[in-house]
């Protein structure tokens, strides 16, 4: 607990000294270098994009990934250092321990990595994305509490007499961001190789490099392009719409309740006509519910949006559901479409014994606004309290089952439409098909994580493919 004390108050008193006016400027230059780029692309000050970040809590951050690299940072022209120069100046005033993460920090470098191994609040496995090399295991207690297997994130690892450890500033970074960086890295590195071939350049890089390791100083010169992705994509995805939403059939997502009042002695008739007809059938010979068979087996329109359907015990697709009460005939779809289908069904079915449909419509903005309002009024709130954590667990394994085993042999858009089985024959299309099952296997953990749920065990589809030997 005591280290932990020393280190934050080394870091507020290093940040009390970049308040200092002789630092002033050039503390602004390194927030320009990281900032400037993105305001210019989207149009905005920094004062606005600090106000959009911390809208949605990445103010801080954010903040904590740059003036880390302004610690870092060696200035023209006498190569200053503001740790060097608060160490010198004021370092009598630290322990230790403050003194000893403090120059790790001005030695770090940020850099991208991928989580492959994760114990919540004690520690995690990485593995170094840009500069390669054997996985390494950092102990932290706050940063890994979120975390889940293969996410990737950009950070400052500090190896402090052996034991590494986390700075402060961590930035998530999705899979498509991830790729972006990469690919700007590797474009960075070839132009930063060529500038250390140049004669006027060489004796000074390799002054600088004579002490620092060469990967490190090629990251250090980098850093904004970290930070300038994260926030492009970052702020892409916030002011991106949600996907078009579309049901087996093509039609926009909407989910409908319809209400017939029939008087209650009707009711009998009611259910007997519907226990008639070979489109309604009964969920349970005790209850008055009836589940919509499937006009037809396949939809018309399969091309455009997010396909999203109802099924019957995670399974039988279904156009829609009935629900009989002593003065009420309540039907449920997912489409307009379908809730005027059914009723006219259904008017046709029941003509003389039910009275006219009041219907009650929600888009998916709406039950997602709904369902966020819900959690921020009672954050420990499941969607339903009275379903089974592990039935319900058992009910989305058995769907991803069958959805997966389907996928093998599917095209798939983010491995260029073709099926996994194909792509993992090749070198080039197996690294694809492996980014992708991580990209499945790490949302489903922050899904099972969210849900308090066991997760999916996907280790199948890494065998199914012959990529297990992958895996780890």
């Not at 002033?24 to 920094?46: K, M, S, W, Y």
């Not at 070839?190 to 490190?216: C, H, P, R, S, W």
């Not at 089974?388 to 959805?403: R, S, Y």
């Amino acid at each position: 607990m005591k280290k932990r004390s020393d280190t934050d108050k080394a870091i507020r008193n290093i940040m009390n000294w970049a308040e200092r006016p002789e630092w002033a400027n050039e503390l602004a230059t390194v927030f320009d270098a990281h900032l400037a780029p993105v305001c210019e692309r989207i149009g905005i000050n920094q004062e606005e994009l600090g106000r959009e970040l911390a809208d949605h809590g990445y103010d801080g951050m954010l903040f904590g990934i740059v003036f880390e690299d302004f610690l870092t940072r060696r200035l023209a022209p006498d190569d200053r250092n503001i740790i060097d120069d608060y160490l010198a100046r004021r370092g009598w005033r630290e322990s230790v321990p403050g003194r000893r993460y403090l120059w790790a920090l001005r030695d770090s470098a940020l850099c991208l990595y991928e989580v492959i191994e994760v114990s919540s609040g004690r520690y995690c496995d990485l593995r170094d994305l840009v500069r390669g090399g054997k996985s390494f295991r950092v102990h932290e207690h706050l940063g890994t509490q979120n975390m889940v297997k293969w996410d990737q994130i950009a950070a400052r690892v500090l190896n402090i007499e052996g034991k590494y450890c986390f700075s402060g500033g961590i930035l998530p970074f999705p899979l498509e961001a991830s790729q972006s960086l990469l690919r700007v890295l590797d474009q960075s590195q070839k132009q930063f190789n060529k500038v250390v071939t140049q004669a006027a350049e060489k004796l000074a890089i390799l002054q600088l490099a004579a002490t620092v390791d060469a990967g490190d100083l090629f990251l250090r010169e980098t850093a904004p392009a970290f930070t300038s992705l994260w926030l492009v994509h970052t702020l892409e995805r916030l002011h991106a719409p949600l996907p078009e939403i579309i049901n087996r059939d093509g039609e926009a997502l909407m989910l409908t309740e319809t209400r017939f009042p029939f008087p209650a002695e009707q009711s009998e008739e009611i259910a007997r006509r519907l226990d008639a007809a070979p489109e309604w059938e009964r969920d349970n010979p005790n209850e008055h519910n009836w589940t919509w068979l499937p006009e037809s087996e396949t939809g018309n329109n399969q091309e455009r949006g997010m396909i999203i359907e109802s099924f019957q015990n995670g399974q039988r697709l279904i156009s829609g559901a009935l629900k009989l009460t002593p003065v009420t005939l309540t039907l449920t779809t997912n489409s307009l479409e379908r809730t005027d289908r059914g009723k006219t069904a259904l008017e046709a079915l029941l003509h003389g014994l039910i009275g006219p449909s009041l219907s009650k419509l929600q888009t998916p903005e709406q039950l997602l606004a709904e369902r966020n309002s819900r959690t921020r009024d009672d954050p420990g709130q499941r969607p339903d309290e009275s379903i089974d954590p592990e039935v319900a667990a058992q009910v989305i394994h058995a769907m991803m089952d069958q959805h997966y085993h389907q996928c093998l042999d599917e095209p798939i858009p983010m491995l260029g439409n073709k099926t996994p089985r194909q792509c993992a024959k090749s070198k080039k299309g197996r690294e694809k098909v492996i980014d992708w099952l991580k990209h499945l296997e790490n949302n489903e953990q922050r899904r099972a994580a969210r849900e308090g749920q066991k997760p999916y065990d996907s280790n199948w589809m890494w065998e199914e493919l012959k990529l297990d030997q992958f895996r780890d």
